[in-house]
């Protein structure tokens, strides 16, 4: 199978998100230049994306003491979907935009809701003008 960029299979902690705000924790299952597998468990979905939703990625990088933590940011849309049987979905995203940036994350916590499962709140902040939810697990 030809790749117009060379695949990384990394597992790195992420956040993706709609236009709408809504926030799902991930992880990448590989990423590339142009794009990523993105896998979110069945408890952490807000929302469930769909072929063709623009949604924006925020992947967690490994901590380099020199710099302090870094995020890489990527916008982009929805190419495929599948669900799998450990009650998870992976979305493969093409990315349209890509930036690194230091990691401003907040602390969570989680609060009971009505079925006793725990639901993890997060703080929206402001970065470059802009409200990006975090999503810490």
Known sequence: EHRR??????????????????????????????????????????????VGDRLSLAVDLPVNRRFGPRLLKCGGHVIRTTASEAATLRVALQFTTLQFAESDCLPVWRSPSADGKDNLKFFK??????TMPILIP
Do not use: Y
């Open 5 to 50: 960029f060379r695949r990384f299979q990394l597992a790195l902690n992420c956040r993706v998100w709609n236009k709408a705000g809504d926030v799902a924790g991930c992880h990448t299952v590989d990423i590339s230049r142009g794009g990523a597998l993105v896998e979110i468990a069945a408890m952490s979905w807000n929302f469930v994306p769909v």
């Open 125 to 130: 902040q402001q970065s470059r003008g802009k």
